[in-house]
């Protein structure tokens, strides 16, 4: 696993959306194999897996991502079109910004659990609001991150028209055959993404290694208020920790490498 030795300045200006039109838009991208690529945008992770000239995209950044997930494509050599379909690990705006513009331009599919579709198609809502945050953790560091997503479009809820169920248990016909495992409780259809080549989990924010909110990182929760059923979310980590996987590719924080088993006890027991 490497980390690109330079912060990828890829500027784009947005031109359109209700976004800060002089938002940097940057990634960072962690290779965590010969075909698997973990990138962080604004605080929040995307992953893809290659097999051939074929993509899979695991979740889809803000809505102000968009361009700093494009950047990520032509990173490794490759094109939007490229991507076969998005899998998604839940409808927060953080993990589905992009959803539209690719099926709009590429038609690119977005498949994630049954249970996790009408969240985003909107007939459902799953979510903290800005103001639960604002509530319960305001610190500088929480202020700056807050600013920082609004601008890349953290207060809105796209409706994602096209989400589509994946179609059954076991690994699915994408590059990377990953494997969908059901881990509720974040929201009740949150899904980690068993990558078995790369021995590793994309765990969405079922386990995540860092984030603002949080005072250290590490593998652990998100703070409870953000989970939609907070008993399910520690209930889940038993499975995660049931995984046969050493590399933890999370929503937000950087990946890492350990025993998992142990990670998930662990996180289980913190106080949040
Ligand atoms: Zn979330
Ligand atoms: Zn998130």
Same mark, same amino acid.
């Given at each position: /696993? &490497?980390? &690109?030795?330079?912060?990828?300045?890829? =500027? $784009?200006?947005? /031109?359109?959306? *209700?976004f800060d039109a002089s938002l940097l838009a940057s990634h960072d991208m962690f290779r965590i194999g010969k075909d698997e690529f973990c990138v962080e945008g604004t !605080? $929040?992770?995307? =992953?893809?897996? +290659?097999?051939?000239? #074929?993509?899979?995209? =695991? #979740? !889809?950044?803000? *809505?102000?991502? $968009?361009?700093? @997930?494009?950047? &990520?494509? !032509?990173? =490794?050599?490759? +094109? *939007?079109? #490229?991507?076969?379909? $998005? @899998?998604?690990?839940?409808?927060?705006? #953080?993990?589905?910004g992009a959803l539209n513009h690719l099926h709009e331009r590429y038609g690119t599919p977005a498949l994630m659990h049954p249970d996790e579709v009408p969240n985003a198609t909107g007939e459902r809502h799953e979510s903290a609001t800005p103001t639960d945050v604002a509530k319960r953790a305001w610190r500088p560091a929480v202020a700056r991150w807050s600013l920082r997503i609004t601008r890349a479009g953290a207060t809105q809820h796209p409706v994602v028209a096209h989400a589509a169920a994946f179609a059954a248990d076991g690994p699915l016909d994408l590059p990377g055959r990953p494997v969908p495992v059901h881990v509720p409780g974040h929201t009740s259809g949150s899904t980690a993404y068993l990558l078995p080549e790369a021995g590793a989990v994309a765990t969405g924010d079922a386990l995540v290694t860092g984030h603002p909110l949080l005072r250290r990182p590490g593998p652990q929760l998100l703070p409870s208020f953000f989970d939609h059923d907070p008993d399910r979310a520690v209930a889940a980590l038993d499975v995660i920790g049931r995984l046969d996987a050493d590399l933890v590719l999370p929503g937000h924080g950087d990946p890492w490498r350990g025993d998992l088993a142990l990670a998930a006890t662990r996180a289980a027991r913190l106080d949040r």
């Amino acid at each position: /696993m &490497s980390r &690109s030795n330079h912060r990828f300045g890829v =500027i $784009v200006w947005l /031109m359109t959306g *209700p976004f800060d039109a002089s938002l940097l838009a940057s990634h960072d991208m962690f290779r965590i194999g010969k075909d698997e690529f973990c990138v962080e945008g604004t !605080a $929040v992770n995307w =992953i893809l897996l +290659r097999e051939g000239r #074929d993509l899979t995209l =695991i #979740d !889809a950044g803000y *809505p102000g991502d $968009v361009a700093a @997930l494009e950047a &990520s494509i !032509a990173e =490794i050599g490759h +094109r *939007p079109e #490229d991507v076969r379909a $998005v @899998l998604v690990t839940h409808a927060h705006v #953080d993990h589905v910004g992009a959803l539209n513009h690719l099926h709009e331009r590429y038609g690119t599919p977005a498949l994630m659990h049954p249970d996790e579709v009408p969240n985003a198609t909107g007939e459902r809502h799953e979510s903290a609001t800005p103001t639960d945050v604002a509530k319960r953790a305001w610190r500088p560091a929480v202020a700056r991150w807050s600013l920082r997503i609004t601008r890349a479009g953290a207060t809105q809820h796209p409706v994602v028209a096209h989400a589509a169920a994946f179609a059954a248990d076991g690994p699915l016909d994408l590059p990377g055959r990953p494997v969908p495992v059901h881990v509720p409780g974040h929201t009740s259809g949150s899904t980690a993404y068993l990558l078995p080549e790369a021995g590793a989990v994309a765990t969405g924010d079922a386990l995540v290694t860092g984030h603002p909110l949080l005072r250290r990182p590490g593998p652990q929760l998100l703070p409870s208020f953000f989970d939609h059923d907070p008993d399910r979310a520690v209930a889940a980590l038993d499975v995660i920790g049931r995984l046969d996987a050493d590399l933890v590719l999370p929503g937000h924080g950087d990946p890492w490498r350990g025993d998992l088993a142990l990670a998930a006890t662990r996180a289980a027991r913190l106080d949040r």
